[in-house]
């Protein structure tokens, strides 16, 4: 017999999203807008202009607690000592003890007691019994608390600063000097709404968490300034020309963060501890993730087709129509040795088709990076 399908999750802008049309889709159990229309247009309105994503679906946790910092300086593949200025992010993996990716995550330093997490929303239930089970065997008195009762709202794009300090009156004072991967508290007319300037979609931009309450308000505030709303479909072509990985496509438990192009997020060198060092100093990269641009043939580069090196045989993990571009593009897991230049073959429907490697991200801040 059967299993009845779990019921499916909406967040707080659900209703909004239907009243505007956009088609939804199931994303990981959750009812999301895939797009409003054109999925292009909304690209495009993102890299020349400023366009705005539900991300509520994503959790933030506070660790809270006595030394937070030396609890999650063993338990995340990055540095946490990085982080010395309040508000300061750091993008990191949490690993497991045989070096495989759990869930790629940001976290922000907000005092010594404690700590915020955005984690990915198909990985948060096995995160935070991750954490609380190291937590319960390194510090238990730590307190894990998901922020369900908090939306997220990404305004992304060269004209998405200005058109938040438009929607947000009182917003521009604490925030236009932000730095990148830096965030601050805002309160405006009584709510409190933590803007971070991080994103990914290779444009500036911010994420901005608040009450459930008030990220309806803030939504129509944010389309009243000229902010288009975008859906799923958009954010996965902004994500790959910005050569920003994704959890469960370019890497999972299975995976190296060494072999998925994360090395730059682990710090091997100093003399910490944490979790799934001792296998990644045992085991260094054994395969690279590189780009790829089409350049014979139709087709679209997708995941899982197989690339022909000179170096022996890889697979594409992420690929799609890059609207910048106009081509197709994709990341790929290949052998070692496999270069920026090297020409490749890629197999699309048992069919040969020639391909560039390149360097990604294929594009940021607007601008096409790869010849």
């Known amino acids: 017999m059967s299993q009845p399908a779990a019921p499916q999750k909406s967040t707080v802008l659900n209703a909004v999203h239907r009243a505007a049309g956009a088609r939804m889709v199931d994303f990981g159990g959750w009812d999301m807008p895939v797009n409003y229309g054109s999925q292009i247009d909304e690209h495009h309105a993102v890299r020349n202009g400023a366009g705005m994503f539900d991300v509520s679906h994503m959790c933030i946790v506070d660790v809270r607690g006595d030394d937070v910092r030396g609890f999650l300086r063993g338990a995340l593949a990055n540095n946490v000592d990085k982080l010395a200025v309040p508000g300061k992010a750091l993008y990191t993996c949490l690993l497991r003890e045989d070096g495989g990716v759990i869930d790629d995550l940001i976290v922000y330093f907000i005092d010594e007691r404690w700590f915020r997490l955005v984690v990915n929303a198909g990985t948060t239930d096995k995160d935070l019994a991750w954490l609380a089970q190291l937590a319960a065997a390194r510090a238990p008195a730590l307190v894990l608390t998901p922020r369900r009762d908090l939306a997220m709202i990404a305004v992304q794009g060269p004209r998405a600063r200005a058109a938040l300090w438009s929607a947000l009156p009182g917003s521009e004072a604490a925030t236009s000097a932000l730095a ?85 997020t682990v710090d091997l060198k100093s003399p910490r501890d944490f979790v799934g060092k001792a296998a990644l100093a045992a085991q260094p990269a054994q395969r690279a993730l590189v780009g790829l641009v089409l350049t014979g043939g139709r087709g679209v580069l997708r995941a899982h087709q197989v690339v022909h090196t000179a170096h022996g045989d890889g697979e594409i993990t992420s690929g799609t129509y890059s609207p910048t571009l106009r081509a197709s593009i994709a990341l790929a897991r290949v052998p070692l040795g496999v270069a920026p230049g090297d020409q490749v073959e890629v197999m699309i429907r048992d069919s040969a088709h020639a391909a560039r490697v390149v360097k990604p991200p294929f594009v940021r801040n607007g601008k096409v990076l790869v010849a």
């Open 180 to 264: 990148p991967f830096n965030a601050a508290f805002v309160t405006v007319a009584g709510v409190e709404y933590f803007v971070a300037r991080t994103g990914y979609t290779g444009e500036d931009g911010f994420e901005i968490a608040m009450p459930a309450a008030a990220a309806a308000p803030l939504w129509q505030a944010l389309a009243a300034a000229g902010v288009r709303p975008a859906g799923l479909g958009a954010r996965d072509t902004l994500r790959l020309e910005a050569g920003m990985n994704l959890y469960g496509q370019d890497m999972d438990e299975s995976v190296s963060p060494l072999d998925a192009g994360l090395a730059w």
